[in-house]
């Protein structure tokens, strides 16, 4: 089976491309290499492109003809967002039409998206389920919740069209086998960024608010290590090609960490102190996300193998540690 992967040179999609080249798919990775790196693709071809050139896009999978097409690339940092919103909007929303108006001109009809958490803005519930009303806080979350009404209209319209949205919450951790990790050239995540404060990359590191409607005031996120995810990915392609049935998962634990929560693993996991400075609330930010996971669980028989939060930063620290 042949899969076409965009983003595949990203942090998320890096580690899926791994499972997919270990479980022995055909893999072909598309990526414009902004954020991506060459030597994070471990299996099958990399071709450097970006989206927005349809008639590469169209060549490349002309080539190829993927049975399943699983769209990792985007820009996915919320503060970000809130300062270039013509980028999120760009990337994420205008080029993921792009892609889906070639695939279906090809009559490719299988989609896997990254979606996120980021959709439901701040839950009226919490943990929060598949079913939520969508209410994004920031462009990052209305630029995937455009997509995801995208998906809906071309998936009600088109009998061969047939998707599924993962909708991630905090992605985390890095390959246990210390291949692969984050790599951005500016570490924004939580625990990438105390890590790389232990390591003496940054001075100190920021706390941003520390008055929210939480036990510690400070926000909680549900932390989700990277290879559980990409294990959550090839058990939802292959319930879309078995099945042929569209869905939407949320994928995360079910529960979730403070920051100074967060903090103080990182300090145990290290051994170094961490200094702190508090600052207000980072625009953009909701208090609570913490995923309701039973359906992935359920419908896809997802099963963490990494729940535990000072693994997950274990193996971002040794990662951290190599580079
Ligand atoms: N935080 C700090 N200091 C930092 C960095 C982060 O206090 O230096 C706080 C943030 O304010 C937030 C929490 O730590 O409360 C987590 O922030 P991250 O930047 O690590 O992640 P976000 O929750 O903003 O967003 C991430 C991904 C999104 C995804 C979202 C889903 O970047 O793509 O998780 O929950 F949508």
């Excluded at 003809?65 to 980028?87: G, N, Q, Y």
């Excluded at 996991?269 to 359906?295: A, F, H, W, Y």
Aim: charged share 25%; net charge neutral; aromatic share 10%.
């Amino acid at each position: 089976m042949r899969v076409f992967v965009t983003g595949g040179a990203g942090y998320i999609g890096s580690h899926v491309v791994k499972m997919l080249g270990e479980k022995g798919y055909d893999v072909l990775t598309y990526d414009n290499l902004s954020t991506g790196n060459r030597w994070a693709v471990l299996y099958g071809k990399l071709f450097v492109g970006d989206l927005s050139d349809s008639e590469l896009l169209r060549k490349v999978l002309q080539d190829f003809r993927p049975d399943v097409v699983m769209h990792f690339a985007a820009s996915i940092v919320v503060p970000e967002s809130l300062r270039e919103p013509v980028k999120y909007y760009t990337n994420n929303t205008m080029n993921t039409l792009n892609l889906l108006k070639i695939m279906l001109e090809m009559g490719i009809g299988k989609f896997i998206f990254s979606s996120t958490a980021a959709v439901y803005g701040i839950p009226e519930k919490i943990p929060v389920n598949e079913e939520a009303p969508l209410n994004p806080i920031n462009p990052y979350g209305s630029s995937k919740t455009m997509v995801e009404r995208i998906l809906q209209d071309i998936h009600s319209a088109r009998s061969d069209f047939k998707y599924i949205s993962l909708r991630y919450f905090n992605v985390a951790g890095a390959d246990p086998g210390g291949r692969l990790g984050q790599a951005y050239r500016e570490a924004t995540h939580l625990i990438t960024r105390a890590l790389k404060v232990a390591k003496g990359e940054y001075d100190r590191l920021q706390i941003f608010g520390t008055d929210y409607p939480t036990p510690d005031g400070t926000c909680i996120r549900d932390y989700i290590h990277v290879d559980d995810l990409a294990r959550a990915h090839i058990l939802a392609m292959q319930y879309l090609m078995d099945r042929g049935e569209t869905d939407i998962f949320n994928c995360g634990y079910g529960h979730g960490y403070s920051v100074r929560e967060v903090v103080k693993a990182v300090i145990r996991v290290t051994g170094i102190r961490i200094p702190i400075e508090e600052t207000g609330r980072r625009e953009g930010d909701p208090p609570v996300l913490i995923s309701d996971n039973s359906k992935i669980k359920e419908k896809l028989g997802w099963t963490p193998f990494f729940d535990d939060l000072e693994y997950i930063i274990k193996t971002a620290w040794q990662w951290e540690k190599m580079r």
